[in-house]
């Protein structure tokens, strides 16, 4: 059974930083998109970033400049590096694998979350 579990969320200052992780058990952790998504109070879950098996990565238009997702295998762990946080990224973020994660009806498994507060 494939589990995600993520961490590193708190609570941070506007113009701060956080690292969030998510520690993947199971098999082929390497032949797998896995991305994150965040999902904001009264709001739709969103795409965030995602990296594929090969390395590419892909950001939100929101994010660019600011987050960097990497990943290493040899860890089965994901990381997003999030940087000048701003009030906006306050959201429940989860971590997404699967063969692709762009879109929410691809993605095979999900994490259960952690949360981001970013205060003003």
């Known amino acids: 059974q494939v589990q995600l579990v993520e961490s590193g969320g708190g609570l941070v200052q506007a113009g701060g930083s956080l690292r969030l992780s998510c520690a993947a058990s199971?098999?082929?952790?390497?032949?797998?998109?896995v991305g994150w998504y965040r999902q904001a109070p009264e709001k739709p879950r969103e795409l965030v970033a995602y990296?594929?098996?090969?390395?590419?990565?892909n950001y939100a238009d929101s994010v660019k400049g600011r987050f960097t997702i990497s990943r290493d295998n040899t860890k089965n762990t994901v990381y997003l590096q999030m940087n000048s946080l701003k009030p906006e990224d306050t959201a429940v973020y989860y971590c997404?694998?699967?063969?692709?994660?762009?879109?929410?009806?691809?993605?095979?498994?999900w994490g259960k979350g952690t949360l981001v507060t970013v205060s003003s």
């Open positions: 199971g098999s082929i952790f390497n032949v797998n998109a």
């Open positions: 990296i594929t098996s090969g390395g590419s990565t």
């Open positions: 997404a694998r699967g063969p692709w994660v762009d879109t929410i009806e691809a993605v095979h498994f």
